[in-house]
């Protein structure tokens, strides 16, 4: 299967800084990559979708002014967690969708960054 | 995107098949049956996925009931390192859009030495 990863793994910061998280995909290009947020013993939920080129989607309730979301090209989306708070402290994990053409849909996902806002 | 629903735990010997139930009884003609498993503090890994045949690849068998209403993963020879929480996820064959995996609670799946 394609390969995709995050970057970084796990973070710590302090509360009211920014935190940049990376998603790339490495051996094929994302026309479309997903971020989802997953807090301990729940399962992922869908933040945002965003498409190559163009603003991302996202998800109701999910403020976009606090998480920014930028995919400048096709290998490469970037999450910004904007005026950290201890409450964002979750578990991130980004996936990428590979091709425009059917038979290419299925979503692969990176490994996930830990992030803990102290 | 139709729901399904899976059995919340599930233990299974090592060596053995392991079975993990399905049901999406609301599924409609053109979505699609995923299967994604999260080990502990990882990304999930897509596993398998299909429309109305059933699938086999390297790691897992799909098997898709006749009316589509649900469907079974079988791991055919489980180890300690299948243990992970397996996704069972119906979602729309859309080309050029926004497709959605909406993940439910998943069945947390055990292999016992």
């Known amino acids: 299967g394609a390969v995709v990863s995050q970057h970084p793994s796990r973070v710590i910061c302090k509360s009211g800084t920014s935190v940049k998280i990376e998603c790339r995909s490495l051996d094929f290009q994302a026309t479309t990559m997903f971020w989802y947020r997953q807090f301990p013993k729940q399962s992922l939920m869908l933040m945002a979708t965003?498409?190559?080129?163009?603003?991302?989607?996202?998800e109701q309730g999910v403020e976009k002014d606090k998480f920014l979301i930028n995919h400048a090209s096709l290998t490469l989306s970037t999450l910004t967690v904007t005026s950290a708070h201890p409450e964002d402290s979750s578990f991130y994990i980004c996936?990428?969708?590979?091709?425009?053409?059917?038979?290419?849909?299925?979503?692969?996902f990176g490994p996930g960054t830990r992030l803990l806002v102290l | 995107d139709a729901k399904t629903t899976q059995p919340t735990s599930m233990d299974c010997a090592e060596g053995r098949a392991a079975n993990l139930p399905c049901n999406h009884s609301t599924i409609s003609g053109n979505e699609y049956v995923y299967w994604y498993r999260q080990i502990h503090s990882q990304g999930p890994q897509y596993i398998i996925h299909?429309?109305?045949n059933n699938e086999t690849n390297e790691m897992a068998s799909l098997i898709i009931t006749e009316d589509r209403k649900s469907s079974t993963l079988i791991l055919p020879h489980a180890t300690l390192r299948d243990t992970a929480v397996y996704y069972c996820i119906v979602r729309l064959r859309r080309n050029f859009g926004n497709e959605k995996l909406t993940f439910g609670t998943g069945t947390r799946l055990t292999i016992i030495p």
């Open positions: 965003s498409n190559e080129g163009s603003k991302a989607t996202y």
């Open positions: 299909g429309l109305k």
């Open positions: 996936s990428a969708r590979a091709g425009r053409t059917s038979g290419e849909e299925t979503q692969y």
